[in-house]
């Protein structure tokens, strides 16, 4: 299939990241979601694969793997009754890992979604049972983060509470919404349309830092080591020129190990015959390091990636390079990037099959 023009490209991924928005996919219950992939893949005429906590599509055709994590922002309701901010309920109720949140995190989590319309779904279906406004968030004596929640009647423990803002292009050359994961879903969705090669595997949980796992659970007897991983995501910017520019996001490391040099240098190859700019992250933040160490400021980590957890976790024997579309106002409600950034991804997706 040729490739469409850019403004066609941007509208159908516009399009297809607010049909995933609209399917509920709190961290830890991401099931309706997944079996959404699963069947939107299928009317491609492929056969996706739908394990524990993943679903595989394989392309048919030769080439790297390409990674993206579908969980987003929520919370669950706990048996007082509680709606209790995802990340750190599941992380305690599932995995038992006692996580402490903090007055700091609750007030963000406050200043992010407070005013928020939410509504609560069933875990397996995905269909809707209640709606309900987020008034504020709190940290409470037991030590969870709380999202009061306005018109929400009583619901049993365990059921998960999805944001249900949908994707806003009201704003000049940018979209804005719950972009972190689906926005790079619905790249790799319409890139296979077009003709993208390799598998995908989309992953649950990665923002409780658990989908690295699941993806080696699965990709130690499946895959037997692969070097061209390739995980697509978001990536925080303070300021919006990155993503105005078009601009994709590369890496060489992050705070967790070193990618694959020559995997690195073929998605910037593959970038550059896209025409996209290209910013390295670990470089932009060190360079930014160096400036604020001259002027007395605190340094700033150099972050940790998908990529970089399965680099480590395996010890090297799944590795690759990330493609990130840089963004403002990070995990929240009101992320925001450009049409042109999701198309520069896209192109450079498609791009790697043919270097």
């Known amino acids: 299939m040729s490739e469409p023009g850019e403004i066609d490209l941007a509208a159908r991924i516009l399009a297809k990241t607010n049909e995933y928005l609209d399917f509920p996919s709190v961290v830890g219950h991401e099931t309706p979601f997944l079996d959404h992939l699963a069947r939107d893949f299928s009317g491609l005429g492929l056969a996706p694969e739908r394990h524990a906590n993943l679903c595989v599509v394989d392309t048919g055709k030769p080439g790297p793997v390409f990674i993206a994590h579908v969980d987003r922002h929520g919370a669950v ?142 990709a130690g007897p499946a895959l037997s080591g692969r070097k061209d991983l390739i995980a697509l995501d978001t990536s925080p910017f303070e300021d919006s020129a990155a993503m105005l520019a078009g601009a994709i996001i590369l890496r060489r490391r992050d705070a967790g190990a070193s990618f694959h040099e020559a995997m690195v240098e073929r998605i910037e190859r593959a970038a550059g015959r896209a025409g996209a700019p290209i910013i390295f992250k670990d470089a932009f933040i060190e360079a930014e390091n160096a400036a604020r160490a001259r002027r007395g400021q605190p340094l700033k980590g150099i972050g940790i990636t998908e990529l970089g957890k399965i680099t480590a976790q395996s010890k090297g024997a799944f590795t690759g390079a990330s493609l990130q579309v840089p963004t403002v106002n990070y995990h929240s409600n009101q992320e925001s990037t450009s049409p042109r950034a999701l198309v520069a991804m896209l192109k450079t997706a498609l791009a790697v099959c043919d270097i």
Not at 108 to 128: L, Q, S
């Open 77 to 218: 309701i706990a048996p007082d009754g509680a709606a209790v901010y995802a990340a750190h309920a599941v992380k305690n109720e599932k995995y038992g890992e006692h996580a402490v949140a903090s007055e700091i995190l609750a007030g963000r989590v406050n200043e992010r979604y407070a005013g928020e319309e939410v509504f609560a779904y069933d875990r397996k279906t995905g269909g809707r049972l209640a709606y309900g406004d987020v008034t504020g968030a709190r940290l409470d004596t037991d030590g969870r983060i709380i999202l009061d929640i306005s018109g929400l009647p009583k619901l049993p423990a365990g059921t998960p509470v999805s944001f249900a803002r949908a994707l806003d292009r009201s704003a000049g050359g940018q979209v804005s919404g719950q972009l972190d994961n689906p926005v790079s879903v619905a790249v790799l969705r319409i890139a296979t349309e077009i003709g993208l090669c390799g598998r995908i595997v989309f992953t649950a949980e990665e923002e409780i830092g658990r989908s690295a796992g699941h993806f080696l659970q699965w």
